[in-house]
């Protein structure tokens, strides 16, 4: 099965979808974003050759309309704060679990083979003693986290019942350019590290991630959608290093070059899992991912890009 040249990227505006949807275009590729623009910005996609069409999800008209034409889905759109899930449940669910129903079911009425989902490593899996992989038990411990299993679980049932060729990809915490609408940690280092304040950790700073930089995040998407695997197959796309808040946060200060930044210890936030790093061997044997960007290269580099982008004025 070759890949298609004509792609639904949903959610395409957004952080992610900056880095995919230019690399898809370069790549020769026809993309068409639908986007709501609630995180997205169409700015982000400025100068690219796609079509942007402005709708959600949750809307199943939209979908069948946009989806026209095309023959592959890659679907980011989603309600990604596990913080914001525990805060509001409901929208969480209706845009992870019901949107990415709506995306799979209308996958199934226009007869697209292929549809690559955004998933999750770390809050899907829940507390575990890492390094998690593919047979990791899932125990998500966020309504976030429920929300990308349940996602992974109509994904892998559109696959055996309708034929839907589904690889569901499970990020790392992602990071780099055209994150400034994402409210992750490094953001929000940055961002206090240019205003002064201090940066805030929860916990005593031994609580750890699996930091991946969004440029291999988009090389996996990549690879997930050009490569024959079997529908409903889940990879783990992450660095395979396990990066404590504290040495995040020692890295964000070395790269703005204020290593004596002050820190401020705060409790732990309901909802958050402890230690956090997944192995991606699968995902290397399967389509060939491996990580490019180590930390020490791609956190200076996301710093230089907050100074031109960002903190310009």
Same mark, same amino acid.
């Given at each position: 099965?070759?890949?298609?040249?004509?792609?639904?990227?949903?959610?395409?505006?957004?952080?992610?979808?900056?880095?995919?949807?230019?690399?898809?275009?370069?790549?020769?590729?026809?993309?068409?974003?639908?986007?709501?623009?609630?995180?997205?910005?169409? =700015?982000?996609? !400025?100068?690219?050759?796609?079509?942007?069409?402005?709708?959600?999800?949750?809307?199943?008209?939209?979908?069948?309309e946009?989806? *026209?034409?095309?023959?592959?889905?890659? +679907?980011?759109?989603?309600?990604?704060?596990?913080?914001?899930?525990?805060?509001?449940? *409901?929208?969480n669910?209706?845009?992870?679990?019901?949107?990415t129903?709506?995306?799979?079911?209308?996958?199934?009425?226009?007869?697209?083979?292929?549809?690559?989902?955004?998933?999750?490593? /770390? =809050?899907?899996?829940g507390? !575990?003693?890492?390094p998690?992989?593919?047979?990791?038990?899932?125990?998500?411990?966020?309504?976030?986290?429920?929300?990308?299993?349940?996602?992974?679980?109509?994904?892998?049932? &559109?696959?055996?019942?309708y @034929?839907?060729?589904?690889?569901?990809?499970? &990020?790392?915490?992602?990071?780099?350019?055209?994150?400034?609408?994402k409210? @992750?940690?490094?953001?929000?280092?940055?961002?206090?590290?240019?205003?002064?304040?201090?940066?805030i950790?929860? /916990?005593? /700073?031994?609580?750890?991630?699996?930091?991946?930089?969004?440029?291999?995040?988009?090389?996996?998407?990549?690879?997930?959608?050009?490569?024959?695997?079997?529908? @409903?197959?889940?990879?783990?796309?992450?660095?395979?290093?396990?990066?404590?808040?504290?040495?995040?946060?020692?890295?964000?200060?070395?790269?703005?070059?204020?290593?004596? +930044?002050?820190?401020?210890?705060?409790?732990?936030r309901?909802?958050?899992? /402890?230690?956090?790093?997944?192995?991606?061997?699968?995902?290397?044997?399967?389509?060939?991912? !491996?990580?490019?960007?180590?930390?020490?290269?791609?956190i200076?580099?996301?710093?230089?890009?907050?100074?031109?982008?960002? &903190?310009?004025?």
């Open positions: 099965m070759s890949a298609p040249d004509g792609i639904l990227v949903t959610g395409g505006a957004g952080f992610v979808g900056a880095t995919l949807v230019r690399r898809l275009v370069a790549s020769g590729y026809r993309v068409r974003v639908l986007d709501n623009l609630s995180t997205g910005d169409a =700015a982000h996609l !400025a100068g690219v050759d796609v079509e942007l069409v402005k709708g959600d999800i949750r809307d199943a008209e939209a979908l069948d946009t989806l *026209e034409g095309l023959g592959a889905i890659i +679907h980011l759109a989603a309600a990604g704060s596990v913080i914001g899930s525990v805060q509001d449940p *409901e929208t669910f209706d845009v992870n679990v019901l949107g129903f709506r995306v799979l079911d209308a996958a199934r009425r226009a007869g697209v083979e292929r549809v690559v989902q955004a998933s999750t490593g /770390g =809050a899907l899996i507390d !575990a003693t890492p998690v992989d593919e047979r990791s038990l899932p125990k998500p411990i966020s309504p976030y986290g429920a929300s990308k299993l349940a996602g992974e679980g109509y994904a892998h049932a &559109f696959a055996k019942t @034929g839907v060729r589904t690889v569901a990809i499970r &990020f790392g915490n992602v990071y780099g350019p055209w994150c400034a609408r409210r @992750g940690v490094l953001n929000v280092f940055f961002e206090s590290i240019h205003s002064g304040a201090p940066l950790i929860y /916990g005593d /700073g031994t609580a750890s991630r699996d930091y991946v930089h969004v440029d291999d995040i988009s090389n996996a998407l990549q690879l997930a959608l050009e490569n024959d695997v079997p529908g @409903g197959t889940v990879l783990h796309a992450a660095s395979g290093v396990e990066t404590t808040v504290q040495e995040l946060a020692d890295l964000c200060r070395q790269a703005a070059g204020v290593p004596d +930044h002050p820190i401020e210890y705060r409790p732990k309901a909802g958050e899992v /402890g230690r956090n790093f997944a192995s991606y061997d699968l995902a290397n044997q399967v389509l060939g991912y !491996a990580p490019s960007v180590p930390r020490e290269v791609g200076p580099r996301t710093w230089k890009w907050f100074q031109e982008e960002v &903190f310009r004025d």
